[in-house]
T-cell receptor
Framework: SQTIHQWPATLVQPVGSPLSLECTVE??????LYWYRQAAGRGLQLLFY??????ISSEVPQNLSASRPQDRQFILSSKKLLLSDSGFYLC??????????FGSGTRLTVV | AQSVTQLGSHVSVSEGALVLLRCNYSSSVPPYLFWYVQYPNQGLQLLLKYTTGATLVKGINGFEAEFKKSETSFHLTKPSAHMSDAAEYFCAVSDPWGNKLVFGAGTILRVKS
């Protein structure tokens, strides 16, 4: 069966520090992968999506970047975190029947 | 472009009462519609989805939703609320190719004993 792993679960980082969040999917090949951010009271905002290795689409201009170095690996990064980067980050992958499966999320607090 | 509006950021019901969470969508192509539930500090779990076919969709935990094209709505209902239903609920829409999933702002459901 397919599973999605996301880590770390929680992270506290100082302003100006770098960020790397990792997401991996098991049990499938060539999935569409997504990064969402959830800010308090603001729902989920699509940040990036990828339809294949090295293919990244950015939905909103921001302080973050994404990479897909392997078929089932999706990484969210920042060179210098801002306070406004705090939030709950969710990785997801899409199944062929249009269902999306989400990871358990990373709670990022920038201090 | 697609968008979703969830009416009511907070909904409070008594245990055993009807749950109704409202969702209206905007889409220039036939929409695929979803409801997800999120418990605190957890990921999202799919409750139900509508793609094509029957407009009344049944999901997990006794929830169901009806796709009404004329009203551009996809409201979520449950006949009798349970304490364990307390969570945040998200309505979402995608195009038929499923390349992007756009979420509403969410509705927090509170269930009173």
């Amino acid at each position: 069966s397919q599973t999605i792993h996301q880590w770390p679960a929680t992270l506290v980082q100082p302003v100006g520090s770098p960020l790397s969040l990792e997401c991996t999917v098991e049990g499938t090949s060539n999935p569409n992968l997504y990064w969402y951010r959830q800010a308090a009271g603001r729902g989920l905002q699509l940040l990036f999506y990828s339809v294949g290795i090295g293919q990244i689409s950015s939905e909103v201009p921001q302080n973050l970047s994404a990479s897909r170095p392997q078929d089932r690996q999706f990484i969210l990064s920042s060179k210098k975190l801002l306070l406004s980067d705090s939030g709950f980050y969710l990785c997801a992958w899409r199944k062929a029947d249009y269902g999306y499966t989400f990871g358990s999320g990373t709670r990022l607090t920038v201090v | 472009a697609q968008s979703v509006t969830q009416l009511g950021s907070h909904v409070s019901v008594s245990e055993g009462a009807l749950v109704l969470l409202r969702c209206n969508y905007s889409s220039s192509v036939p929409p695929y519609l979803f409801w997800y539930v999120q418990y605190p500090n957890q990921g999202l779990q799919l409750l139900l989805k509508y793609t094509t076919g029957a407009t009344l969709v049944k999901g997990i935990n006794g929830f169901e939703a009806e796709f009404k094209k004329s009203e551009t709505s996809f409201h979520l209902t449950k006949p009798s609320a349970h304490m364990s239903d307390a969570a945040e609920y998200f309505c979402a829409v995608s195009d038929p190719w499923g390349n992007k999933l756009v979420f509403g702002a969410g509705t927090i459901l509170r269930v009173k004993s």
